[in-house]
Antibody, heavy 119, light 108 residues
Framework: EVQLVQSGAEVKKPGESLKISCKGSGYSFTTYWIGWVRQMPGKGLEWMGIIYPGDSDTRYSPSFQGQVTISADKSISTAHLQWSSLKASDTAMYYC????????????WGQGTMVTVSS | EIVLTQSPATLSLSPGERATLSCRASQSVSNYLAWYQQKPGQAPRLLIYDASNRATGMSARFSGSGSGTDFTLTISSLEPEDFAVYYCQQRGNWPQITFGQGTRLEIK
């Protein structure tokens, strides 16, 4: 079964750092782009950025450039999303998604990681 | 950045009725338009890709149409499980991907 399994919920304080993960299985991890999508409470979907694990080519939405870092470790089929200094406004559900270049769409979604930033 | 505008924001219909959801792009995205369904507490799932192709396992009640800047998602006869939020997404100017703001389909 093709799936993306994300790390568990996190509760952090403003200013702290965080790295969440997304492990792919059931397919060739290095040949599909992996993206990240933010959903703030009660709001819509926002594309953050995307990485090609095969060569670590990474692209960011202008809205998230410089705010987060996307990386991937192909040896363990895992992508990461990290923050160096969290803000309360980073409180959201974060989904990792597999991008299929054939369908031009996100065909597989992780279950989501809820990040809560509160003092 | 290509902006996707979905309408209406909320659509109130009864089971058995036909639903028509719209997504308009600020510039042409060719046919690189996808639709997703999100139910409360769940991750979104892919319904339609490349404007008119149903994703694997999706009901034939769902159909998509359009190209360029105007797209439509149609649900032919609403079932109770179809009431959810629907998002469109484009990749017309790869890699700058954007989503629409969503249409909430609610039971009347």
């Amino acid at each position: 079964e093709v799936q993306l399994v994300q790390s568990g919920a996190e509760v952090k304080k403003p200013g702290e750092s965080l790295k969440i993960s997304c492990k792919g299985s059931g397919y060739s991890f290095t040949t599909y782009w992996i993206g990240w999508v933010r959903q703030m409470p009660g709001k819509g979907l926002e594309w953050m950025g995307i990485i090609y694990p095969g060569d670590s080519d990474t692209r960011y939405s202008p809205s998230f450039q410089g705010q987060v870092t996307i990386s991937a470790d192909k040896s363990i089929s895992t992508a990461h999303l990290q923050w160096s200094s969290l803000k309360a406004s980073d409180t959201a559900m974060y989904y990792c998604v597999r991008y299929d270049s054939g369908t031009h769409a996100f065909d597989i979604w992780g279950q989501g990681t809820m990040v809560t930033v509160s003092s | 950045e290509i902006v996707l505008t979905q309408s209406p924001a909320t659509l109130s219909l009864s089971p058995g009725e036909r639903a028509t959801l719209s997504c308009r792009a600020s510039q042409s995205v060719s046919n690189y338009l996808a639709w997703y369904q999100q139910k409360p507490g769940q991750a979104p799932r892919l319904l339609i890709y490349d404007a008119s192709n149903r994703a694997t396992g999706m009901s034939a009640r769902f159909s998509g149409s359009g190209s360029g800047t105007d797209f439509t998602l149609t649900i032919s006869s609403l079932e109770p499980e179809d009431f959810a939020v629907y998002y469109c997404q484009q990749r017309g100017n790869w890699p700058q991907i954007t989503f629409g703001q969503g249409t909430r389909l609610e039971i009347k």
